[in-house]
């Protein structure tokens, strides 16, 4: 019981890192945490822990990649070198940004998408400050979209989690029986 939500948390948290080999590693082992679970509480408390456990991945995995990158983040000067956007199929075009640190002479160039901080309003030449992940694991965001942990996020998977282990403590009661 105590292990279910914590292999999802490492599951939601090996989802962050950008690749299918990654995502399809980490939606198998969640899928194989969710089924024994399934098993151990029985059909009707197994598909709700079922159901709860794939939205706590769901969410759980940004909650901790914003978690994270506050806490541990490092953040650098850096300049935009390049915009580009590209069409989406469903609403106004997404846009993609090449950003160059600066307080570095030979600089790798980062790529930083609209859900990480690229927007519309970005120009070339234009100074933002870009944080990084240290060990490299989570994508480098504009220091605009790195907000924290906010606390809806946190309550929606304490709430997941907490529902979760009741349908789990309550299926494991009603097979005792």
Same mark, same amino acid.
């Given at each position: 019981?105590?292990?279910?939500? %914590?292999? %999802?948390?490492?599951?939601?948290?090996?989802?962050?890192?950008?690749? =299918?080999?990654?995502?399809?590693?980490?939606?198998?082992?969640?899928?194989?945490?969710?089924?024994?679970?399934?098993?151990?509480?029985?059909? $009707?408390?197994?598909?709700?822990?079922?159901?709860? $456990?794939?939205?706590?991945?769901?969410?759980?995995?940004?909650?901790?990649? +914003?978690?994270?990158?506050?806490?541990?983040?490092?953040?650098?000067?850096?300049?935009?070198?390049?915009?580009?956007?590209?069409?989406?199929?469903?609403?106004?075009?997404?846009? =993609?940004?090449?950003?160059?640190? =600066?307080?570095?002479?030979?600089?790798?160039?980062?790529?930083?998408?609209?859900?990480?901080?690229?927007?519309?309003?970005?120009?070339?030449?234009?100074?933002?400050?870009?944080?990084? +992940?240290?060990?490299?694991?989570?994508?480098?965001?504009?220091?605009?979209?790195?907000?924290?942990?906010?606390?809806?996020?946190?309550?929606?998977?304490?709430? %997941?989690?907490?529902?979760?282990?009741?349908?789990?403590?309550?299926?494991?009661?009603?097979?005792? +029986?």
């Amino acid at each position: 019981m105590i292990l279910g939500p %914590l292999a %999802l948390a490492g599951c939601g948290w090996l989802a962050q890192r950008q690749g =299918t080999l990654i995502m399809l590693l980490s939606a198998f082992l969640a899928l194989v945490v969710l089924c024994v679970a399934w098993a151990m509480c029985g059909a $009707g408390p197994g598909a709700c822990v079922a159901a709860l $456990g794939f939205a706590l991945v769901l969410f759980l995995g940004p909650a901790l990649n +914003d978690y994270v990158l506050e806490q541990r983040g490092v953040r650098h000067e850096a300049v935009i070198s390049d915009v580009s956007s590209y069409y989406r199929r469903h609403g106004d075009d997404g846009y =993609t940004c090449e950003v160059r640190r =600066t307080d570095v002479v030979r600089s790798a160039v980062y790529s930083v998408g609209d859900s990480s901080g690229c927007s519309k309003n970005s120009r070339p030449g234009q100074r933002v400050m870009l944080v990084e +992940d240290p060990t490299g694991w989570l994508h480098p965001r504009l220091a605009g979209s790195v907000n924290g942990l906010s606390a809806g996020m946190l309550w929606t998977c304490v709430g %997941l989690g907490a529902a979760m282990e009741a349908f789990m403590l309550y299926g494991r009661l009603r097979r005792r +029986d």
